[in-house]
């Protein structure tokens, strides 16, 4: 990636992830670029498909691109949610939370209609 600003790459169409970027959104903007992969001329970044994408949440930090609950933890960090990400963060607690996270994308994809892939 050539420009360095964070990006959050989100799926609009998702209720649940359109809630939680919503809510977020002040805190984020401009600072973080909000890229809705639903978009019918949403083009993913080199490297990524958009199965990759719609699949698990993707947060580029400005250095390094970020995936599922780390990913949630760092733009949540930029959002200024620091006490809760760092409490999430503490070793027992994350690997706990990545593993929801983990299951919860896995139901989400297989479960609701508006994550399928054209």
Request: charge should be positive; include cysteine; proline fraction near 6%.
């Amino acid at each position: 990636m050539t420009d360095l600003q964070p990006r959050l790459y989100y799926d609009a169409s998702c209720g649940f992830c359109r809630k939680e970027i919503d809510h977020l959104r002040p805190k984020l903007e401009p600072d973080v670029k909000l890229i809705d992969i639903s978009a019918s001329q949403f083009q993913p970044p080199e490297g990524y498909s958009l199965d990759d994408l719609m699949t698990r949440i993707h947060y580029f930090d400005g250095q390094q691109m970020q995936v599922g609950f780390a990913a949630t933890l760092s733009y949540w960090r930029q959002a200024g949610l620091i006490k809760t990400a760092r409490l999430l963060s503490l070793p027992g607690i994350f690997h706990s939370g990545n593993f929801v996270y983990n299951c919860w994308a896995k139901w989400r994809r297989k479960h609701s209609s508006q994550c399928r892939l054209p």
